[in-house]
Each structure stands twice: as structure tokens, then as C-alpha cells.
């Protein structure tokens, strides 16, 4: 299911047709100017914000996995599969929430539902081995399920919608350098995760050690964090996708 998420550009994102010759016409700037609009815009910046928080809390827990359900007891194939299997399914549910409630109510309902299943997973995760861990271990992955998808969408939707705004205000096309700064945030959060965190929870490797048991937990952390900035965002993207 996973798979099917690289088709969402082609739904997000929507560039006028060169065969209409009313559409309107944007100018192109170089780099230093181009990079300039991108950090001026505020809205962009407090989505950075939002952002690298998410990604540092997702990226956390699926680069630990392996070491994390290797320590706990959990079955990796159990909890992962219940994760991604029903993605098809809650992306629909995400998607009708939007519609009736925008982008800010449904994208705080993703981040808390994580946040809350990576937490419950803690406690699921210090449990003695038994049938019940594993029925719980399922239930956090369910839990998960309704994030996933939509995690990766607003990689694609926010900034195309930011890029956008921008071009009706300023007339300037700078679509590219929304991807690329947001990329390089990516890159960052991504780096503290794996490179700082993960490592310091591993340690050298003592298989007694009990740091990692607290991953998910920090996880969840990052992503409830992500959720109460959401409300710092502006309300055309709160609204983003509401239908009246």
C-alpha cells in the first residue's frame, strides 16, 4: 500500500495548461531571490517548523524498529503490517475529514492519533510476552494506520499550495525552492533522529541496556509537539480543502 503513495503528486499537484493561452503567466528569478521569497514567507517557515517535528518523530520510529521490537518482544511483521495495510482505507477517512472540517483539524487528528499509538506502544512494548501484548502491539499499529498515509501526503500537498498562494501575491513561479528547502529540513530532522537520538538510545550495543524501550515514546513527543504548532499555521491552510 505504501507503494501507492508516490502517486500522489500527480494529484496535488496541478500546473495550468501550455495549450491555454489565457492562462496567466508567472516570472521566473534566479537563485538568491528565489530562496529569499522562500524564507520571507512566514507560513512557510512556521510549516518548517511543523514539519521537521513530524519528521523527526516518524523518521525515528521506522529507523528503529528493527533494534526497538527486537528488544521489547514485539513481532515486527504483527504491528507493521496492521501500520500500512489499511493506509488505502484511512487515507479515504483523512481525505472526508478534510473536506468537512480543512486541512488544520484533519492534519492535528493524524499527528495525535501517531503520537498516541507510539506512546501506547510504550507501555504495550514493557509487557511480559503473552497473546495479550500481542493483541495490543496489533491495536497500536492499527492506531498508527490512520497517520501513515497522510504523513507522507503533506510532504507533497503543503508546500504546492504555499508555492501557489505565492504565485497569485508576487506573480513569481517558485515551486522548486519550497521542495528543496522543505527537503533540506527533511534532511536535518531526519539526521538528529537517526544520527543523535537513535544512536545515543542504542548505545554501544549492551544488550542490557533499556534506553531504546523509550523510542516511541520520544516519537510521540516530536509528533505531538508538530500538532500543537499546527495551530500557529495560517488559516488558509487550516481551511485548505474544506467544502462549505
Not at 226 to 244: C, D, V
Request: charged share 10%; proline share 3%; net charge positive.
Amino acid at each position: 500500500p505504501l507503494m501507492l503513495t508516490m502517486l500522489i503528486p500527480l494529484f496535488m499537484i496541478r500546473e495550468p495548461s501550455s495549450l491555454d493561452s489565457s492562462a496567466k503567466t508567472y516570472r521566473s528569478v534566479g537563485l538568491a531571490a528565489s530562496l529569499r521569497y522562500t524564507m520571507g514567507n512566514r507560513s512557510f517557515v512556521t510549516w518548517m517548523l511543523v514539519h521537521s517535528l513530524m519528521q523527526f518523530g516518524v523518521q525515528l520510529f521506522l529507523s528503529g524498529i528493527n533494534e526497538y521490537f527486537s528488544f521489547v518482544g514485539l513481532n515486527m511483521v504483527v504491528v507493521m503490517g496492521a501500520s500500512f495495510a489499511p493506509v488505502p482505507l484511512t487515507l479515504l477517512l483523512y481525505n472526508r475529514v478534510i473536506r468537512k472540517k480543512g486541512f488544520g483539524f484533519a492534519f492535528r487528528y493524524v499527528l495525535l492519533s501517531f503520537s498516541l499509538s507510539m506512546i501506547f506502544m510504550l507501555f504495550v512494548g514493557i509487557m511480559p510476552a503473552s497473546t495479550l501484548k500481542t493483541g495490543l502491539s496489533l491495536a497500536a499499529g492499527l492506531g498508527c494506520s490512520f497517520a501513515i498515509g497522510a504523513l507522507f501526503a503533506v510532504a507533497y500537498s503543503i508546500p504546492s499550495q504555499l508555492a501557489a498562494e505565492e504565485e497569485e501575491r508576487t506573480g513569481v513561479s517558485n515551486s522548486a525552492m519550497y521542495f528543496a528547502v522543505q527537503g533540506l529540513f527533511s534532511g536535518v530532522a531526519t539526521g538528529i533522529a537517526t544520527g543523535i537520538v537513535l544512536v545515543a538510545l542504542k548505545g554501544t550495543g549492551d544488550s542490557n541496556s533499556s534506553a531504546i524501550t523509550y523510542m516511541t515514546a520520544i516519537s510521540g513527543a516530536g509528533t505531538l509537539v508538530a500538532m500543537l504548532f499546527t495551530y500557529l499555521l495560517p488559516k488558509s491552510l487550516q481551511m485548505m480543502g474544506r467544502k462549505e
